[in-house]
């Protein structure tokens, strides 16, 4: 069973806006669960551990691209529990050469160094990465394991998110989540409080994601912002860097720039724009990430823009 180093609190943040807007906004600091099990990722596996152990696997195989999450997240959590893992990697040109691409690559570095072992496929093959032919090839290639399915996201991920807002939240009118594969918002919304409003911020462009959630959930109090996914996922511009960069010296608030970098940035557009009524109390869930900013650091670089301060 993970357990948490540090159990996350809502960070009030203050600013002239909010004065002015007479507008409450905190973030629940998800982050800090655990160093590399945070936010979401930790929510997501922790009753799936626990079903694996108690089934009796020994090994948790996954999905994801070079840059994910939930790879990392997976591979700390399969050393730290004592369970072999295995990473279906997008993109079959990065195991041609693994050592170069662990150079320059600090998410599959991070999951390699935890023991996990990749399986590199093509993107078209990725594709099919939910079709039972290609779970049977991978039965057959890697014998018996536990499968967890991109991002995370099954019941007993929604299980485990259903736990992130807890009494104490009561007080807020807003729930925002930046939005995924939609386990996590789907969790948030199942154990909402009926006078609350979840908003969801996608961080990729979509149109599969309301239909996603709606298998999970039983209220609709829920709203898809589709405005602040900057082109599209983990597409990034100056501009966000810069309200990232400004959030983490006013607030030391760190973001992550794939998805709560973008969702806060959406909640102060809103508020500028007057979308909430004066007097409202936002909670923003900060759900990690935060090793993503090395590899996204990589590629501000190569194109000599700001980096992200770390």
Request: with cysteine; charged share 25%.
């Amino acid at each position: 069973m993970i357990i948490p180093q540090q159990e996350p609190y809502n960070q009030f943040l203050s600013d002239c806006l909010l004065k002015k807007k007479e507008i409450s906004l905190a973030v629940k600091r998800e982050d800090l669960l655990h160093e590399h099990i945070s936010g979401n990722k930790f929510r997501k596996l922790y009753y799936n551990i626990i079903a694996a152990k108690e089934k009796g696997y020994h090994t948790l195989l996954t999905f994801g691209g070079a840059y994910s999450n939930h790879i990392a997240a997976t591979a700390a959590a399969g050393k730290e529990y004592g369970l072999h893992t295995i990473g279906i990697i997008r993109g079959q040109e990065l195991g041609e050469n693994l050592g170069k691409t662990l150079s320059e690559n600090p998410t599959l570095a991070f999951a390699h160094a935890q023991g996990m072992k990749f399986h590199f496929v093509s993107r078209e093959a990725y594709r099919h990465k939910t079709e039972p032919e290609f779970i049977r090839e991978l039965f057959q290639l890697f014998g018996n394991f536990y499968l967890v399915p991109e991002g995370g996201t099954n019941e007993l991920a929604v299980k485990g998110t259903e736990e992130i807002l807890t009494p104490q939240d009561k007080e807020f009118d807003f729930i925002c989540s930046a939005v995924g594969t939609g386990g996590t918002i789907a969790g948030i919304i199942n154990s909402s409080f009926p006078h609350q409003k979840i908003l969801g911020f996608p961080a990729l462009k979509e149109n599969f994601l309301h239909r996603d959630i709606q298998k999970y959930v039983h209220k609709d109090n829920w709203e898809l912002i589709r405005d602040y996914h900057f082109g599209g996922f983990a597409k990034i511009d100056e501009k966000l860097v810069g309200f990232i960069n400004m959030v983490n010296s006013l607030h030391n608030l760190p973001l992550d720039p794939v998805y709560t970098g973008k969702m806060l940035y959406g909640i102060i557009d809103l508020i500028k724009k007057d979308y909430f009524p004066k007097g409202s109390k936002i909670l923003a869930i900060h759900t990690g990430g935060l090793q993503g900013r090395d590899g996204m650091n990589l590629r501000l670089k190569k194109k000599e823009m700001e980096l992200l301060k770390i």
